[in-house]
């Protein structure tokens, strides 16, 4: 049995995501949603060393401590099954076994982060094993689909059919959220940044962030927390690995500030002037050629013609003609559809998942 850290697994891994080494600590951060590592085993058992926060949320206007910790769930996958084998709940300096056998075998392991960032937050120290990295097989590229969104993009609560259940990481499982599904239908790389109670600008929820203040930072989250001050934060180097198709959705979190403003009018205008900035912002970080898709949905289309208009008005002032937009179907209240505190369920998600297909695939025989 013999232990290696990250470092010197590093060069027989692949990662997926927006993941973020801490050289200080010899630790690789994969926190967003589906972020995760591929590896090639041969032996008979293989355990990852883990670091972990929990969710540490404490709602606003009360000193009162969640009632439980929530700690992040991994999911691992042998040999390209689209199920995994395993579904895991992590402590911090947890070392869950992720293969098991009685003889030498070898196997392709896919370790995927299943909740969302700053509720939940995984790091990978090293490895505890009997048997060898091997390398990786050269991987067939894949075009990047990157989802930014809040809590409908995270699958909050997907994994429940009650709806009076509040956030529990065991109810989340980003593996089978629309981006997650429609990107396995159509062979691309899936990158998420999004999280629960997020908005694009002008009401930073959870832990005073907006969309705009992380979209530019590999993981602007985990810095923080780890102590990092802003002149440390790294920057994501889009160029690396661009994004053939970024889908935007946001604005359900924002119509909830809309409503109660007491100037609803200059409340909408902020939220035009906000939402124009930040999609002219992911143009010039991601480059004149990703198509830009703007969605809202499935729970609130308050802002949805808001967003149509702003689309139609960049696509004339900028020339951009890669920037479109799409409406979800919207989800019942009642039935299959509902997950933890009204919030989409699994059957939802994957009807999502085909309207966003239908949509990608429309675009895909237009040439873009």
């Known amino acids: 049995m013999k232990k290696i850290t990250y470092s010197e697994a590093a060069n027989s891994l ?23 590592i591929r590896l090639r085993f041969t032996g008979c058992l293989l355990a990852v060393d883990f670091r972990s926060i929990p969710d540490t949320l404490v709602p606003p206007g009360t000193d009162v401590p969640p009632k439980r910790e929530d700690w992040p769930y991994i999911g691992v996958f042998l040999d390209g099954a689209e199920v995994p084998c395993r579904k895991i709940q992590v402590r911090d300096g947890d070392t869950p076994v992720v293969f098991l056998s009685e003889t030498p075998e070898t196997h392709e392991i896919l370790i995927v982060k299943l909740t969302e960032n700053f509720r939940t937050c995984l790091g990978v120290a090293g490895f505890l094993m009997d048997g060898v990295l091997q390398t990786l097989p050269e991987e067939a590229q894949r075009d990047i689909i990157e989802f930014i969104g809040d809590s409908i993009t995270c699958g909050f609560g997907n994994d429940t059919a009650d709806p009076t259940h509040e956030f529990s990481a065991a109810e989340e499982d980003g593996w089978l959220t629309h981006g997650a599904i429609a990107a396995r239908t159509l062979n691309l790389e899936p990158r998420f940044i999004c999280v629960s109670g ?41 160029e690396a690995k661009p994004a053939r198709y970024i889908v935007l959705n946001l604005g359900t979190n924002d119509s909830s500030q809309i409503y109660f403003s007491p100037d609803k009018n200059k409340a909408v205008r902020e939220f035009r002037e906000n939402y124009a900035e930040f999609v002219k912002s992911i143009r010039m970080l991601n480059g004149p050629n990703a198509v830009i898709i703007c969605a809202l949905g499935c729970m609130d289309y308050y802002l949805f013609d808001e967003i149509q208009d702003i689309v139609e008005e960049l696509r004339k002032t900028t020339g951009d003609l890669r920037l479109f937009t799409l409406k979800y179907n919207k989800m019942m209240t009642i039935g299959p559809d509902v997950g933890g505190c009204y919030h989409p369920s699994i059957f939802r998600q994957q009807l999502m998942a085909e309207d966003l297909v239908r949509r990608l695939r429309s675009l895909q025989e237009s040439g873009l």
């Open 14 to 36: 692949r990662t997926y995501g927006r993941v973020w080494h801490d050289t200080g600590s010899n630790v690789l951060y994969m926190d967003y949603t589906c972020c995760g």
């Open 198 to 238: 997020i908005a694009v600008a002008g009401m930073p929820l959870p832990g005073g962030y907006s969309m705009c203040q992380l979209y530019p930072y590999t993981d602007r989250i985990i810095q923080e927390k780890l102590g990092f001050g802003e002149e440390q934060l790294e920057r994501y180097n889009f």
